[in-house]
């Protein structure tokens, strides 16, 4: 069989990942990105580095590559489209435009009759108005968002006057949950009814950026069971290939809400890595790849620890790591504050 050329879309620390375990499959990866800086370029065969706009970038990017797939979902849904028409784009355009709206991907989830939390479209402040009954709440960009980004805890309607929102851009208001735990569940689908599933995983928010992942997941078999049936759900429903990760909130009721999805590889499935015998990043290329499915294995418990700014430092300078500890610097050029820089996997 001739190599693969597999193109990715994004540079950051998913698409590295990505690159990594393509290369123990020997695809080829490509790797697009509109960051000069991208740490994926230190772990793919090729770099484009462009705009996601850029048409002669992308027809450049089409040429080189059999298949396309994307470690984020902040990507214009013309650009995904244009490639789609002449090289497969896995999963597909019209999953993620729908994923990446806030207001879509709730209504979607709803329809499906799967619990998530009250929200409401906002167009422009004055509808916040009347909207007490969603207080206290998140006012959270529709698009665009990540790691808590363009998000507005709102207590009470005063707190508006002293935020400095862009009301140019469109919102949705979330009734705040309160919140017991929160899990994810990966699942790599290959085709009708045809996934490989990975155990709930529970993950800790700092400053609403996830900081601890960790398996076993504490929760009664109960939520467990219906966790995983609902992400199996949501896959179907799409007719989703590759990995998708669903992120969930359990409240202090044991009520079980979707709280996203993720169309893609998922930060808090970083221990699958070490965990599992194949991880989230392997399946997704075995799924989009058509390669042969693998059955699941769990090999350890784990946590994993995610390194942001600065806390980076220490495990760079003097990394004496123990047998079950598995260190992942991400290369980022710069340490900034609330940004991922690595993480650190303890087998448990
Ligand atoms: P992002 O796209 O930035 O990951 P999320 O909607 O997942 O945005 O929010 C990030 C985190 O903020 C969540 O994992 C959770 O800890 C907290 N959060 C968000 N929405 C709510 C809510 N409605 N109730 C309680 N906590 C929330
Ligand atoms: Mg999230």
Redesign the pocket.
């Known amino acids: 069989m001739s190599t693969i050329n597999l193109g990715i879309i994004g540079g950051g620390q998913l698409g590295s990942m990505l690159a990594i375990a393509a290369k123990k499959l020997n695809i080829k990866t490509i790797i697009y990105c509109d960051d000069i800086d991208a740490p994926a370029q230190n772990f793919c065969n090729e770099f484009i580095f462009a705009e996601y706009n850029d048409k002669k970038k992308i027809s450049d990017f089409i040429s080189k590559v059999n298949l396309i797939t994307y470690e984020f979902e902040n990507i214009p849904f013309e650009t995904l489209n244009e490639m789609n028409k002449f090289k497969p784009v896995l999963p597909k355009p019209s999953i993620n435009r729908l994923i990446q709206h806030r207001l879509a991907e709730k209504d979607f989830v709803n329809k499906l009759n799967i619990r998530t ?1 009250r929200y409401v479209s906002i167009e422009n402040k004055k509808d916040l108005a009347t909207l007490q009954d969603f207080l206290p ?2 006012l ?1 960009i529709s698009t665009m ?5 363009g ?1 507005y805890p709102i207590k009470k309607m005063d707190d508006l006057d002293t935020l400095d929102i862009d009301f140019s851009k469109e919102y949705i208001l ?4 309160k ?1 017991k735990k ?1 899990i994810s569940v990966i699942v790599t689908r290959f085709g009708n009814n045809n996934y490989e599933i990975y155990e709930p995983i529970e ?1 800790t ?1 700092e400053n ?1 950026m ?1 900081k601890y992942s960790k398996i076993p997941a504490d929760i009664s078999q109960k939520i467990l069971d219906q966790s995983k049936e609902w992400a199996t759900r949501i896959s179907e429903e799409l007719k989703y290939i590759g990995t998708l990760c669903v ?1 969930f ?1 359990i409240d202090r009721n044991e009520n079980l809400y979707v ?2 999805i993720a169309p893609r590889v998922h930060n808090s499935g970083h221990l699958t890595i070490n965990a599992y015998n194949i991880s989230q990043f392997e399946n997704h290329i075995r799924a989009i790849c058509s390669l042969e499915k693998i059955q699941l294995k769990k090999l350890s418990n784990a946590i994993m620890i995610n390194l942001i700014g600065n806390q980076i430092n220490p495990y760079r300078q003097n990394l004496k790591l123990k047998d079950n500890e598995f260190f992942f610097d991400y290369q980022k050029k710069e340490v900034k504050e609330k940004r991922k820089m690595g993480h650190i996997t303890t087998l448990i």
């Open positions: 939390t709440g998140i959270k968002g990540y790691d808590g980004k998000q979330e009734k705040l949950v919140l929160e993950n928010h609403q996830l992120e909130f709280n996203e």
